[in-house]
């Protein structure tokens, strides 16, 4: 029988809600940084790819530092996070083991029965409970009002909206399929290479689900495509703070460059440890040229139709409109409408 830590879902939140900027999609979509740039906002705090802490921190995973190169159980942040609601006498490990079993439960595959179901099981309110008191903890300690996710898994993102005293707001972040079966093709320090068939498979399934938990808040939903924000990032991330509602003066980006400070994220592209004066690349297309074509036509192949209504056909560039933010009732979206 789960059961449901201190401090989780049944309590009453004090003070002002939580936001949480929960960027979703598929990996090796530029979330990392998007999410360093967002970071840099004051009152802002990016946690990287949140739902990962407790595997790396137990040595179960490929990524056991934090961004400011410590480990994550001897990081002053991490370190102070890890062991809320671990139960007195259960090892780390076992601790670690516990949570990822809870997770198992609102992978992405589970993101329409999290949409319908809510909290019904105990295993799903365990895990909602338990990242409440995250959230919160990550906030009190960072002093943050608002905590940019970037796990990208949308059945745990669907989970926010259950959480007391928190305010999800959804990015959905997309990057040309072919680029991203490109990046699958090297092997990264934390995971092993992947065929276009598979990480374009992902890619659709990723973003399909994506697409039913924004349906779900269109008024706090944000279309994005990688290729948008790398055209236009100063542009991207006013439009950004604009929509959840944050003062755009606060952007970090002047033109291309932003100054990137060390950081606390759990993991992410291994660029997460960069920091410094850093120029945003204005094109994302050495996929082009570096792509195998039978890779190519197999991206295109299983990533339509959705790659076609989200700009990407097998000849031209996707399209970089920089249409002026909405007004927060209605979802902020570049992407091309239905005719």
Not at 217 to 228: G, V
Not at 265 to 292: E, H, K, M, Q, Y
């Amino acid at each position: 029988m789960e059961r449901t830590p201190t401090g989780g879902p049944s309590s009453s939140p004090v003070g002002p809600p939580l936001k949480i900027v929960y960027i979703i999609g598929w990996c090796r979509n530029g979330s990392t940084i998007l999410g360093n740039v967002l970071g840099e906002v004051p009152g802002f705090f990016h946690t990287g790819e949140l739902h990962f802490l407790w595997k790396n921190a137990a040595g179960l995973g490929a990524n056991h530092s934090c961004g400011c190169g410590q480990p994550l159980t001897s990081c002053p942040l991490w370190s102070r996070i890890i062991p809320l609601g671990q139960p007195a006498g259960v090892s780390a490990e076992t601790y670690a083991r516990l949570v990822m079993r809870r997770q198992s439960r609102v992978r992405t595959r589970h993101t329409r029965r999290v949409l319908r179901q809510g909290l019904r099981t105990p295993g799903v309110r365990a895990h909602a409970a338990l990242m409440t008191q995250v959230y919160r903890g990550i906030a009190e300690r960072a002093g943050a009002r608002v905590i940019v996710d970037t796990t990208k898994i949308p059945g745990e993102a669907a989970l926010v909206e259950h959480m007391p005293g928190l305010t999800p707001w959804y990015v959905h972040l997309v990057r040309d399929p072919r680029a991203i079966a490109e990046s699958w093709r090297e092997r990264k320090q934390y995971c092993d290479p992947m065929p276009a068939s598979r990480s374009t498979a992902y890619w659709t399934s990723f973003n399909l689900a994506s697409a039913a938990v924004t349906r779900r808040h269109p008024e706090r939903s944000m279309f994005l495509r990688y290729e948008t924000f790398i055209a236009d990032p100063q542009r991207t991330i006013d439009r950004l703070l604009r929509w959840c509602g944050e003062d755009p003066a606060a952007n970090p980006v002047h033109g291309r460059t932003v100054d990137l400070h060390p950081n606390h994220t759990v993991t992410g592209n291994p660029d997460r440890f960069r920091s410094g004066v850093t120029v945003i690349r204005d094109t994302d297309d050495a996929w082009r040229a570096t792509l195998p074509a039978r890779s190519r036509r197999t991206a295109e192949a299983l990533s339509w139709p959705l790659s076609h209504r989200y700009g990407y056909s097998g000849r031209e560039r996707p399209p970089h409109p920089a249409a002026p933010a909405r007004a927060a009732t209605a979802q902020v979206t570049d992407e091309p409408q239905p005719r």
